[in-house]
RNA sequence: CGGGGCGUAGCGCAGCCUGGUAGCGCGCCUGCCUUGGGCGCAGGAGGUCGCAGGUUCGAAUCCUGUCGCCCCGACCA
């Protein structure tokens, strides 16, 4: 690992590809299109999964699995949702060594499994509300990938849940954006605008879909998570039915919700420099590096077993902690590893911090360094942690606020594509989204629920317009 | 599917045009030395040159075919 890391200003998608591969977070597979998660980017994948898990419980959804191959017929069931799909899906045609009755689709979502055996468990509105969550792999094959942001197998969790009516698979439609959003900014501090997609944008099936976006460090955006009103369409292919309190048979209303290991390519995508990967240290699978510093056994003996202690008293206070005891290393190369790989803190232990009684405590992100009384360590690197976390967030709110601009003309549209998130009118005619995307590359990304709605004329026929929309180049 | 590129040691590459003992850097192993921002020295291991045919006394190199991957455009979390 002895070359540099490229930089953002020489090629930023270049950059990306030299971070998530340089920082061990994934590599290349054999298998066109898949990537394999190596267990850094993994660690971070499993404290996405414990934070986000905690809050699908705390809002009363259990897990449950589902098969990996769906009947191909399943999909056709419903209209919208086969043809929004088809030219994703991986399909089995053999298996035991003959060609089968019927082929399996790899899942590349599972509201039509789910919903064939939602019909079976769901009798009366007494079996209701059914709230469900997944954590799985699907499959879409994708005709151009990127390492996290777009592979061919990925791994994400779906939520599906049924509700007796409308307004309650509304409510946890929104309810469960929020999470997503509470999510995004709390713990990957990635500022993001949760709002509605339009028609277009929508999930294939679904009444209304919402989403929050991510500006990037390009001023790209990043549709980060999804949440979908399905509404009773898949009810209705699948025959989902109740008993209502009026004695009367009705659809289940739906509502279904997913994030994926894409998360882990907006946390990169925002957060990272030129010296490699910066986790945020809520989501960070090592906290601190201990290195230990030290030229004859003499000197490092003490400072290793200070060094134990200390990553001790570190782990004790719920951190992810290494000791670098390497002796074939110098430190100096330890420190561009580690910053690569976006480890938060780093301590320096040596003889000279024994004598003071101290420990050198730098920041992966700004690199301020603290000479700290090894007594105070612990509180110390909470402390800088917290502070780290809360700068990451600011730092990328200031950038996409700073990126954001209204928009009242299709020239200044035209003219600002490259420069960020537009908030402009638009008519709802999907003629003049598609045309604006042919003309300029920006799509719309979402209505944001925070943006006031004021009526206005659209940017590009001049027509009436219910109130401004974010247009931007997306990922 | 269209356009471009690449397959030679774990990684990055040279060699190919003009056929003749398969090389360089990094990494790896051993020993010594060093350690507060990518140490140094010495020795060493490691490759059916993507695969299959063909031309030739002889192919990494020339020809044909084939497979795979990456990048750029049309679908998507």
């Known amino acids: 690992m002895a070359e540099k890391l490229l930089t953002r200003e020489k090629g930023f998608s270049e950059w990306?590809?030299?971070?998530?591969?340089?920082?061990?977070?994934?590599?290349?597979?054999?298998?066109?299109?898949?990537?394999?998660?190596?267990?850094?980017?993994?660690?971070?994948?499993?404290?996405?999964?414990?934070?986000?898990?905690?809050?699908?419980?705390?809002?009363?959804?259990?897990?449950?699995?589902?098969?990996?191959?769906?009947?191909?017929?399943?999909?056709?069931?419903?209209?919208?949702?086969?043809?929004?799909?088809?030219?994703?899906?991986?399909?089995?045609?053999?298996?035991?060594?003959?060609?089968?009755?019927?082929?399996?689709?790899?899942?590349?979502?599972?509201?039509?499994?789910?919903?064939?055996?939602?019909?079976?468990?769901?009798?009366?509105?007494?079996?209701?509300?059914?709230?469900?969550?997944?954590?799985?792999?699907?499959?879409?094959?994708?005709?151009?990938?990127?390492?996290?942001?777009?592979?061919?197998?990925?791994?994400?969790?779906?939520?599906?849940?049924?509700?007796?009516?409308?307004?309650?698979?509304?409510?946890?439609?929104?309810?469960?954006?929020?999470?997503?959003?509470a999510f995004a900014e709390d713990y990957m501090a990635m500022p993001v605008l949760a709002g509605r997609k339009s028609d277009s944008e929508k999930f294939a099936g679904a009444l209304r879909t919402y989403s929050i976006e991510a500006m990037m460090q390009d001023k790209k955006a990043l549709q980060a998570g999804t949440s979908h009103a399905l509404g009773q369409n898949f009810a209705k292919a699948f025959n989902t039915q109740f008993q209502g309190r009026d004695g009367k048979q009705a659809y289940v209303w739906q509502s279904s919700w997913g994030v994926s290991t894409r998360l882990i390519g907006g946390l990169i995508l925002t957060h990272s420099d030129d010296a490699g990967f910066v986790a945020p240290p809520k989501l960070a699978a090592t906290h601190v590096v201990i290195?230990?510093?030290?030229?004859?056994?003499?000197?490092?003996?003490?400072?290793?077993?200070?060094?134990?202690?200390?990553?001790?008293?570190?782990?004790?206070?719920?951190?992810?902690?290494?000791?670098?005891?390497?002796?074939?290393?110098?430190?100096?190369?330890?420190?561009?590893?580690?910053?690569?790989?976006?480890?938060?803190?780093?301590?320096?232990?040596?003889?000279?911090?024994?004598?003071?009684?101290?420990?050198?405590?730098?920041?992966?992100?700004?690199?301020?360094?603290?000479?700290?009384?090894?007594?105070?360590?612990?509180?110390?690197?909470?402390?800088?942690?917290?502070?780290?976390?809360?700068?990451?967030?600011?730092?990328?709110?200031?950038?996409?606020?700073?990126?954001?601009?209204?928009?009242n003309s299709y020239d200044e549209l035209k003219a600002k594509a490259d420069a960020g998130f537009m908030l402009a009118h638009w008519c709802e005619d999907p003629a003049c989204e598609a045309r604006i995307k042919e003309e300029t590359a920006a799509t719309t990304r979402n209505r944001p629920f925070t943006l006031e709605q004021k009526p206005g004329a659209c940017v590009a026929c001049g027509k009436p317009s219910p109130g401004r929309i974010v247009f931007s180049k997306a990922y």
């Open 291 to 407: 290195i230990i510093i030290g030229r004859t056994p003499e000197e490092r003996g003490p400072v290793r077993e200070k060094a134990h202690a200390l990553a001790a008293d570190l782990k004790k206070a719920g951190l992810g902690v290494i000791v670098d005891d390497d002796e074939s290393k110098g430190p100096g190369f330890k420190y561009f590893e580690y910053e690569l790989q976006g480890v938060c803190l780093r301590v320096e232990l040596g003889p000279k911090d024994l004598a003071k009684e101290q420990v050198v405590m730098v920041r992966r992100d700004t690199r301020q360094k603290d000479f700290v009384p090894i007594s105070q360590a612990v509180a110390h690197a909470e402390g800088m942690l917290d502070q780290m976390q809360k700068d990451l967030f600011a730092k990328a709110k200031k950038l996409r606020d700073d990126s954001t601009f209204e928009v």
């Open 16 to 181: 990306y590809v030299d971070v998530v591969l340089k920082a061990k977070l994934a590599d290349y597979s054999d298998v066109k299109g898949c990537m394999v998660i190596r267990p850094n980017g993994y660690a971070i994948w499993e404290n996405m999964q414990r934070v986000l898990d905690k809050m699908f419980k705390d809002t009363g959804h259990r897990n449950a699995y589902f098969p990996l191959l769906i009947p191909e017929s399943f999909l056709r069931k419903e209209a919208e949702h086969v043809e929004g799909f088809a030219p994703q899906l991986a399909v089995v045609t053999h298996a035991g060594g003959k060609k089968l009755e019927e082929a399996y689709v790899i899942r590349p979502t599972s509201e039509t499994i789910i919903n064939s055996m939602f019909s079976r468990w769901i009798q009366s509105y007494r079996d209701l509300p059914l709230l469900l969550n997944q954590w799985a792999n699907v499959m879409r094959w994708e005709m151009r990938t990127r390492l996290f942001l777009r592979t061919t197998e990925f791994l994400w969790q779906e939520g599906h849940t049924c509700h007796e009516t409308e307004k309650e698979a509304e409510d946890e439609t929104l309810k469960m954006l929020e999470v997503y959003r």
